[in-house]
């Protein structure tokens, strides 16, 4: 199953002004893009381009690091452009997130400064991560292209730290970034989505 750069379900201008069309289009058009390009070339050499990007990223974990680099962002990206959307953020969750955000993680304004933190905190590139494992959400952080796939738990929502994401907006102020994205971007009804399927 061969690597493809998805469309960006919104148009370039949608985020704006959280996130704008220069970010958008370096981000997408160029980044994304390579890792498809070079992962679909490392996929091939590894006789793996069959497989799932799921099952890629698994097997490439801790045995073919340039694989995994590519595999692993594929995968981050495909759902990172569907954990934005215009409007989102804020407040008003889904009963069922709400419900579970308040039992295993305290209640959405800590979920937020958790989250916040995570991201704000990891040191270099990688990700801040809101998961499933063992049934139970939980809040991470993962460098480079790693993501909870690898240490057994199902990522429901994903935020990109790498400068790319965010410097030409926000410079050096990744923070802002953060409170920009969980305030105002993120899709919860995708969020819900990959909840149920992580829940089933």
């Known amino acids: 199953m061969a690597f493809e750069l998805p469309n960006l379900p919104y148009d370039y201008d949608a985020l704006v002004p959280y996130m704008s069309r220069e970010t958008l289009e370096y981000h997408h058009d160029k980044h994304h893009l390579a890792y498809v390009t070079n992962g679909n070339k490392l996929a091939e050499e590894a006789g793996l381009s069959d497989l799932s990007v799921e099952e890629i990223v698994k097997k490439s974990y801790g045995t073919n690091q340039p694989l995994f680099n590519n595999a692993g962002q594929h995968y981050n990206h495909i759902h990172f452009w569907k954990w934005m959307k215009k409007g989102g953020g804020g407040t008003s969750l889904p009963g069922k997130l709400d419900a579970a955000i308040k039992s295993d993680l305290g209640g959405y304004d800590k979920f937020r400064a958790d989250f916040i933190a995570a991201g ?30 690898v240490h057994g738990a199902s990522p429901i929502l994903g935020v990109d730290v790498w400068e790319h994401s965010y410097y030409i907006d926000y410079r050096n102020a990744r923070p802002k970034y953060l409170e920009a994205f969980v305030d105002n971007l993120i899709n919860w009804d995708y969020v819900l989505e990959m909840y149920e399927a992580a829940t089933k």
């Open 120 to 149: 704000t905190g990891q040191f270099g590139s990688g990700w801040a991560w809101l998961s499933v494992k063992n049934g139970k959400l939980e809040i991470s952080k993962t460098p480079n292209g790693e993501n909870p796939l």
